[in-house]
């Protein structure tokens, strides 16, 4: 089980840190992932974090603002998103699965287990 949460108002230009808690054992055996969905639109791959943490990807969207982290000991995955925009504004969530390989990390069917979704709202 995942419990996402973080998300808030702010102003164009600020911060954010989301955290991703899973509850269970073995969380090390799970990719990470958070993908988010603005009203109207697809569910969207924003960052993935392989299982020990050495390798990381992004959406072209947010390559250079934003910073996937994991600490296993803690089970709990983190999204550092700096230099927010308006067009960041979405439901935020967390994903993870065990048995994803990595080359199908950008695929939101590839994930089992989902957190509940946290709002990010950036305003202009």
């Known amino acids: 089980q995942l419990q996402a949460c973080g998300g808030g108002l702010v102003q164009a230009g600020g911060s954010l840190r989301l955290f991703c808690a899973a509850s269970?054992?073995?969380?090390?055996?799970?990719?990470a992932g958070w993908f988010r969905q603005a009203p109207g639109k697809e569910r969207e791959f924003v960052a993935v974090?392989?299982?020990?943490?050495?390798?990381?990807a992004y959406a072209d969207s947010v390559k250079g603002r934003f910073t996937i982290s994991r600490v296993n000991a803690k089970s709990t995955v983190f999204l550092q998103m700096n230099t927010l925009k308006p067009e960041d504004t979405a439901v935020y969530y967390c994903?993870?699965?065990?048995?994803?390989?990595?080359?199908?990390?950008?695929?939101?069917?590839?994930?089992?287990?989902w957190g509940q979704g946290t709002q990010v709202t950036v305003s202009s």
């Open positions: 994903a993870a699965d065990a048995r994803i390989i990595w080359s199908s990390r950008t695929l939101a069917a590839r994930y089992d287990h």
């Open positions: 269970g054992r073995s969380f090390s055996n799970y990719v």
């Open positions: 974090i392989s299982r020990n943490g050495g390798s990381t």
